[in-house]
Structure formats: C-alpha cells, structure tokens
C-alpha cells in the first residue's frame, strides 16, 4: 500500500517556542491530507484538511494562527505549532489520499511533548 | 457523515475468528463503511472499506446488511498482533470522523 512518512517521530520543545512537522506521500502524488489529533486514550480529532496549492480548512475550534498548515507540494505538507504551550502536547497524526472518497494512508505520527 | 456505534471492547482467541459489529442506522447511499484499525501509539491502518457488497481481501472481511444499517469486520484467525482498536467509519468522501471504536484483546 501507499506510505505516508511524518517527521519527526517524536519532539520535546519548551513552551513558547514553535515546532514544525512534516507530512510526506512517499510513493503517491495526494491531492488532500489531513491533520488529526489524538490525547491519550481518546480518538483521533480532525483538526484541518490541507489540498496542495489552496489554503488549510480548519475544524470548529482549531486555531488556524496556532496551527499553521503549508501544503506546497502533492507529497508535503507541514503542520507549525506556534508558541505551544504543555496542553499543545499530544499524538500529531496526518494522512494523505490520492483523491475525494479514496481510503486514507496514515503516517506513523509525531509525539510532541511541550515542557 | 453518519454516526457509528461499535461496543468499547471486545476479547477473542488466538486462532479464532473476531467479529466485530458496527451499527450506523443513519447511512445514506452514497457513504461508504470504512474499518480502520489503530494499535497503540501508531497512525491508523486501513482495513476494508465497502459500499453495500460484502467485500474480503487480504486482511479481513466486511459483510454489510441489506439495508446497510450494519455490518461485521470479520478477522478469520485472529492472531496476537491483531490486538488493537478498531474504527468503524461512515465516510462520503471527506474527512473521516473516528469515534471511540472498540478495543479488541487477542489472548494467547
């Protein structure tokens, strides 16, 4: 099946400082990918949905100046936690597919940890 | 999308079949049923998806009633690894919406 890398795996930043990570298609140009997140032992919570070229779509209650969504390419797209905070800390997990309707390919998720 | 409702957990044997229910009475007809599954501190995996056909690959089976308002993941030998919560997903075409899922223990 298609893969979807993200990195890093896991980060510890301190507070008030930002954190990038990055979403990749490896073997797949996808015209969509999704943000998601998820706090321990809860599911997984859209937070935006990003199209190659147009700006993110960010879910009711998601602070789009918060968390800054670039998608510049068909296999990139990154997601910045702007001056997080410990509550920011959580399981950052995106995915990508190839087109509306298509199942989606999850990549492996970023740990971020804010001190 | 339509709303899924799937018991919080489930165990099975090693070597048995797990079945793992979903109601989503509210489909409409042009949504799919999708069966992701997540073991812990992994992304998601899919599984299966289907419309309104029973549909089987490499991984599991999916049987969808009739009048769509169900349907079964079917894991024919389960085995160890397969231990790990399981989405249960309504999607038209967007985003797909996780609910909690359930919980399922493969015990040797």
């Known amino acids: 099946g298609a893969v979807v890398s993200q990195h890093p795996s896991r980060v510890i930043c301190k507070s008030g400082t930002s954190v990038k990570i990055e979403c990749r298609s490896l073997?797949?140009?996808?015209?969509?990918m999704f943000w998601y997140r998820q706090f321990p032992k809860k599911s997984l919570m859209l937070m935006a949905t990003s199209n190659e070229g147009s700006k993110a779509t960010y879910e009711q209650g998601v602070e789009k100046d918060k968390f800054l969504i670039n998608h510049a390419s068909l296999t990139l797209s990154t997601l910045t936690v702007t001056s997080a905070h410990p509550e920011d800390s959580s399981f950052y997990i995106c995915s990508a597919t190839l087109d509306r309707g298509g199942e989606q390919y999850f990549g492996p998720g970023t740990r971020l940890t804010v001190t | 999308d339509a709303k899924t409702t799937q018991p919080p957990s489930m165990d099975c044997a090693e070597g048995r079949a797990a079945n793992l229910p979903c109601n989503h009475s509210?489909?409409?007809?042009?949504?799919?049923v999708y069966w992701y599954r997540q073991i812990h501190s992994q992304g998601p995996q899919y599984i299966i998806h289907g419309l309104k056909n029973n549909e089987t690959n490499e991984m599991a089976s999916l049987i969808i009633t009739e009048d769509r308002k169900s349907s079964t993941l079917i894991l024919p030998h389960a085995t160890l690894r397969d231990t790990a919560v399981y989405y249960c997903i309504v999607d038209s075409g967007y985003a797909l919406n996780f609910g909690k899922g359930t919980s399922l223990l493969v015990t040797p």
């Open positions: 509210t489909i409409s007809g042009n949504e799919y």
């Open positions: 073997d797949f140009q996808a015209t969509t």
